[in-house]
């Protein structure tokens, strides 16, 4: 990158929550991920990038300037008033439906020792929980997504 370029960082972060006060703890898809990301966890894979703040500043340390970071959120469904949010959230809930049990194999038979029906007993809840309108409008779920860029300095 020359001098005075900038760079940007997308990251989604994978511990979906709730826009309703109860957080929606009880929701099969919040279980799903608690469940995914302790079986990666115990692989050795760290999903804490995403906390607030901590992108921008891995790329403080990294040498670059100007570091900001933006806020967003990614529902989970078409449960949002606007339109390129309904999208979205539509096209997060398809990968999500079509990617669930590659999503959990490897962390949760091999992260937490699950057997194959049981992943695949969880996998069909979430499936069904995700083709659910009424459910995910209840629940209101979103995965945090944040955005860095910043800025390589123009001298040495």
């Not at 079986?39 to 901590?54: F, K, Q, R, T, V």
């Not at 979205?88 to 699950?114: H, Q, R, T």
């Not at 955005?147 to 390589?152: D, M």
């Amino acid at each position: 990158m020359k001098p005075g370029g900038w760079i940007e960082l997308q990251y989604i972060d994978y511990h979906p929550l709730s826009l309703l006060p109860d957080n929606g703890e009880d929701n099969i898809i919040i279980q799903f991920w608690k469940r995914v990301n302790e079986g990666l966890s115990s692989l050795g894979i760290d999903h804490s990038l995403s906390a607030e703040g901590s992108l921008r500043k891995l790329v403080g340390e990294a040498g670059f300037q100007n570091a900001e970071e933006q806020a967003r959120n990614i529902p989970i469904g078409r449960w949002v008033k606007d339109d390129q949010l309904k999208l979205a959230g539509s096209f997060c809930a398809k990968i999500l439906l079509d990617g669930a049990e590659a999503i959990s194999n490897v962390p949760l038979m091999n992260g937490l020792g699950w057997g194959t029906e049981s992943v695949q007993t969880l996998t069909a809840t979430v499936r069904q929980t995700l083709q659910d309108p009424a459910t995910l409008n209840k629940h209101q779920l979103y995965f945090p997504f944040r955005v860095v860029y910043a800025q390589k300095p123009l001298g040495p």
